[in-house]
Structures are given as C-alpha cells and as structure tokens.
C-alpha cells in the first residue's frame, strides 16, 4: 500500500468469479473498482485516496452509481455508505470470513432480485382543491376568514391548517394503500419508509424480481395514468436491495 | 408482457439511481454495516439527512396550509368562466410547483457538501460528466 492511500472503499459484496459489467465509464464519473476475493465470497472495491477522507457529493454519488451498475446484472449485498478498510487482508478476515454465512445468506436472499424505490407525493395545490370541494367545513371556514385580517384570525386559521392536514392525512392513507395493493402481484415484499415532507403520500423500497421488472414498471406507470394532475410518481432504480439487508423474510406486511 | 408501451407517456420520473438528494434521503444509511470501519468522517453525512427527513405537522404546517388554501382563488365551483387561468395553473401546477420543494432539499445539501454547482444536483447519475478525481491509478 502506498503512502497517499487512505484506505480501501469497499462497495459491497457479491459472488466471487462474477463478472462485473457496466462498470468500465469512468468517463461519466465512475470509479475504478475490482475485486478482493475469498472462497466463494468477493468485496467490489476502489482505492480511497489519502486526501478524500471527507464525504463529497462525488463520494456518495459513486457509492450509488457503482452499486446499481452492478445491481443491473449481479446479486450484490450492498454495504452502507462509508465503510473503508486498511487493507485487503482486512476485507478478507473482518468482512469475507468473518460474516461469511451471513453474506451468504443475504445473496441467496437477493438472488435475481432488486430494490426499487417509489416516491409519491401530492402536488400541493391540485390536491388542496380537492379538498376544498369535497370538505363542506373547510370550503366554509376558509370563507369565514379569508378577509380578516391575519392577526385576528390567527386561531382560525390553525383550526383551518389543522382541517386540512387531517384531510391529507386521510386521503394519503388511502391512495397509499390503493397504490401498493395494486403493485402487489408484480413485486415480493414492500417496506414503507416515513414521509420525507408535508405532502409525500408514499415513500416505499420494493423487492422485484429482475424478470419482473417490466411488469413492475408497467403496473407503476397503470396506477399513475390519469394522476398526473393530483400527484408525482418517482421511481427510483433498480437498485441493490438496500433496504433489505436487515429483514430476515422480505414480504408484504 | 409489457401491456402497452412502458415509457412513452409515462408521467412516471424515472431517474435512474437518482440525484444527490434522491441518495441521501433513499440509501444513504441502509445497507449492511461492519461497525469497525465504518468511517466517521465519510457517514457524517448522515446528519445531514436526518435533517432532510423529518416531517411534522406543527403550528407552522397548519398556517401554512391555510395560507395556501387561501391563495387558491379559482373558485371549484365555477368551472366555466376562466378556462385560461385554470388550464395556466394546472399545466404550471404540476411541473413546477413540486419540482421546487423536492429542490430545497438538494439545494441545501449543495451548499454543504460544499460542490459548487448546485444546479447539477437535479441531474440524474448517469448524465454526469464531472468527474473530480482524473488521478491515474492502479488496479491493487
């Protein structure tokens, strides 16, 4: 190891002998990676230079675009971001050998399967006027105090504030789990993440089969006709199963 | 298999592994963790996004959703009338509006993760082309 080398980032873990493809675009921001292997078990790896010890935007995007290349392809149990070790001998003794069954496992678990990501959110004023419609008290209380003045009509407007928010509490309940019953004959487990901000209706990491992954994406694209006024669908991957790593049997709750 | 054509008309974004603010809040965290390497200086970036994640409904959320109930002029009940106004907003509706607040999240990350350009954050992965370390290096 040379005298400017921080350390080795290992990525994650896959079958030893794989071949990783789609990895050789380091034109588009890629990094070079290899493999440390032992036994039947390989760490996807790169040099982690001694003065990019801290996490940059280039860290995390690479830690990112060089596990879903592999993912495209390759079972692989992603590892979290940061994690760098001094040596080869150190990924071979404290991460092949010594989580050996349980790497295993995890990649029989993943076999032909990857994680993808989709995020849901209201568009704020479409779903608002819906509200309005179909909420006699809200449509009546926003009337009662649209002209008054601010601070006098402070309460009354949390009261209208707190309506509202009930109101989309209420419908995101509901188109949630309309959205995902409609997803689950495409897809192998699901597993529901808190909301990122006030008006995101679904935040969820599926499992899929890689061969199912064109009928996952046309369901997806089946339950978002006809909403684009109402919502935005985003859909991330395929992706390592990330969020998976730590469910012992991946299914739909 | 495929029923109709998959993305021909798809209002589905599909970014691929996703912008800098779509990593941090989806992946940054999760995976399989070996706890003795984990590099406090390269995960620090955690903070950041448990910064981004949490949702509350506060005082501030109601006023704010009162504020916004209020601006909304367009009475729903009468749809004929102003054809021109309610076709503006909802085209504008729904490109912008909620492109800015998921924006607001990466932008501030930009400023932190001090890179610079902040309007590639939105870019997907896959269309970047920078690419800060050109160090040559050696496999092993």
């Known amino acids: 190891m040379s005298e400017d080398r921080e350390g080795t980032y290992v990525y994650g873990v896959v079958p030893a002998g794989v071949k990783l493809e789609g990895l050789d675009r380091k034109g588009e921001g890629m990094p070079e990676v290899w493999l440390v292997e032992v036994g039947d078990l390989a760490a996807v790896v790169s040099d982690l230079p001694a003065n990019e010890e801290t996490a940059t935007r280039d860290h995390v995007l690479a830690h990112s675009h060089v596990l879903a290349a592999i993912a495209e392809t390759t079972t692989v149990v992603p590892l979290r971001f940061g994690m760098v070790f001094p040596s080869d001998e150190a990924i071979r003794d404290d991460l092949l050998q010594a989580r050996h069954d349980e790497l295993t496992q995890l990649l029989e678990r993943f076999d032909g399967r990857v994680q993808v990501t989709l995020k849901v959110a209201y568009e704020e004023e479409a779903v608002l006027r819906e509200i309005l419609k179909s909420n006699e008290e809200i449509a009546q209380l926003r009337e009662a105090i649209r002209d008054s003045a601010k601070e006098e009509s402070r309460d009354a407007r949390i009261r209208l504030g707190e309506l509202v928010n009930a109101e989309i509490e209420q419908r995101r309940e509901r188109d949630a789990a309309e959205i995902l019953e409609q997803l689950k004959s495409v897809s192998l487990a699901s597993l529901p993440q808190p909301a990122e901000k006030e008006l995101m209706v679904l935040n969820v990491p599926l499992l899929v089969e890689r061969k199912q992954l064109d009928a996952f994406e046309d369901a997806v694209d089946e339950v978002a006709k006809g909403k684009e006024e109402l919502m935005r669908f985003k859909l991330l991957g395929p992706m390592p199963a990330y969020h998976f790593t730590d469910v012992e049997e991946p299914a739909w709750a | ?140």
């Open chain 2, 1 to 140: 298999m495929a029923m109709q054509p998959a993305t021909s008309g798809s209002n589905v974004e599909r970014p691929g592994a996703g912008t800098l603010s779509d990593v941090i809040t989806t992946i940054l965290d999760k995976g399989l963790v070996i706890d003795v390497y984990a590099r406090v200086s390269l995960v620090g970036i955690e903070l950041l996004r448990a910064d981004v994640r949490v949702v509350v409904a506060s005082v501030d959320t109601y006023l704010r959703f009162a504020e916004a109930v209020n601006r909304l002029e367009l009475s729903t009940s009468e749809p004929a009338g102003l054809p021109d106004l309610v076709e503006g907003i909802e085209e504008g509706g729904s490109k912008k509006k909620t492109k800015g607040a998921l924006d607001a999240a990466s932008e501030k990350l930009g400023e932190v993760l001090d890179t610079g350009d902040d309007e590639e954050e939105e870019e997907a992965v896959e269309s970047r082309p920078r690419r800060r370390r050109e160090k040559g290096r050696t496999s092993s």
